[in-house]
């Protein structure tokens, strides 16, 4: 949406998701037009394939100048989803674990960003949160999906991602995370 179409390399389309073969696919858009303010939600409905091994990067917002700099971002790491925000200099994140019967299955992963207020849910459960005491603005970012252009490769498959310049309520949660399960046929 809002004009942000990406360039896929290697991840092959299917009737409603993009593959990804974690050895060399991704997505990826320089100069995404929106910005990250103090508040956002980014909503990915995902099915991966591991946990383990290496870390897998799958939707990743960073300013131009490198990957140090301020970013939100969604990941497998540490045998979870390991959701980051930074402001270039602070970084924070919580891990949400994998179990193995959850592989291959559609999950619905969000994260919402207010007052400095970070939260996580997985389908329509809340799991955990933190305060920061930074902002991580986001502005001209680049969006990553799947992988960057060398590294970070996930393996499974991405359904939607939402990002929202704005916080959703727990009840706009649970709307779309319904949305999705008659959509998606989510378990």
Known sequence: GTGNNVTVSGATWYH????????NDY?????????????YTLEILVAPKRNTGTYQLVFNTV???GWDQRFVSTDIADGGFA????????????TK???????????????????????VYNNDVYYQ???VDYDPKISKSSIYIGGASTEYY?????????????ALTEDELLHNYNY????????
């Open 16 to 23: 409603n998701y993009l593959s990804f073969d974690g050895t």
């Open 27 to 39: 997505a990826y858009r320089t100069n995404a037009i929106y910005n990250i303010t103090n508040e």
């Open 63 to 65: 300013n131009h100048g």
């Open 83 to 94: 959701y980051f925000i930074s402001d270039g200099t602070n970084s924070s994140h919580i």
């Open 97 to 119: 674990p994998i179990l193995d019967e959850e592989l291959n299955k559609k999950q619905l992963v969000s994260s919402v960003l207010k007052e400095r207020n970070f939260k």
């Open 129 to 131: 949160e933190l305060n």
């Open 154 to 166: 996930f393996e499974g498959e991405i359904y939607s991602i939402r990002v929202y310049n704005k």
């Open 180 to 187: 999705d399960k008659e959509k998606f046929n989510l378990e």
